[in-house]
């Protein structure tokens, strides 16, 4: 065992047009609406090399 710590902190957050939780469906496939991914722009720096990886988006 170490004693390393780690901080954890939000760097994002998920945004759609959904209101209310309760009425979102499960799955995309049972008529969510899109959603994207909002990061704050402190990390767009270390974000500037991500990609998608194309096998796992089949």
Known sequence: MTDESYEVRPIGRVESTLIE????????DEGAPDAWIV???GVREAMRD?????????
């Open 39 to 41: 990061f704050d722009p």
């Open 50 to 58: 991500l990609h998608v990886d194309p096998i796992a988006d089949r």
């Open 21 to 28: 939780r309760a009425l979102a469906p499960r799955q995309g």
